[in-house]
């Protein structure tokens, strides 16, 4: 079983920045690929970034290309998250996750383990 603890997340005006922490349980963190949803209220879950097992290959979405940039570490089980220039479009709950399927693209089918979400809050 895997298990994911976010923090970092907060409220700050628009054109600042934070960064997500998502500390994962194991000693093979490394033998999965990673990613970050977020979800605003009355929407869907949706896709953010991911980042492949070693962590040489990154995905993200285009709402977030050039602000936010995922990585890990496997020596300390983590995958971070630094957003930049905020926007309050990006105010959402956001989650890490586990990518336990090698189907369905950058879906939230392909990922099997959840954390419990943080908020991320963007003040105009």
């Known amino acids: 079983q895997v298990q994911l603890v976010e923090s970092g997340g907060g409220l700050v005006q628009a054109g600042g920045s934070l960064r997500l922490s998502c500390a994962a349980s194991g000693r093979t963190f490394g033998s999965y690929a990673m990613g970050w949803f977020r979800q605003a209220p009355g929407r869907e879950r949706e896709f953010v970034a991911a980042v492949s097992r070693g962590g040489e290959l990154t995905n993200y979405a285009d709402s977030v290309k050039d602000r936010f940039t995922v990585s890990r570490d496997n020596v300390k089980n983590t995958m971070y998250l630094q957003m930049n220039s905020l926007k309050p479009e990006d105010t959402a709950v956001y989650y890490c996750?586990?990518?336990?399927?090698?189907?369905?693209?950058?879906?939230?089918?392909?990922?099997?383990?959840w954390g419990q979400g943080t908020q991320v809050t963007v003040s105009s």
């Open positions: 996750a586990v990518r336990t399927r090698t189907q369905y693209g950058n879906g939230v089918g392909a990922y099997g383990y």
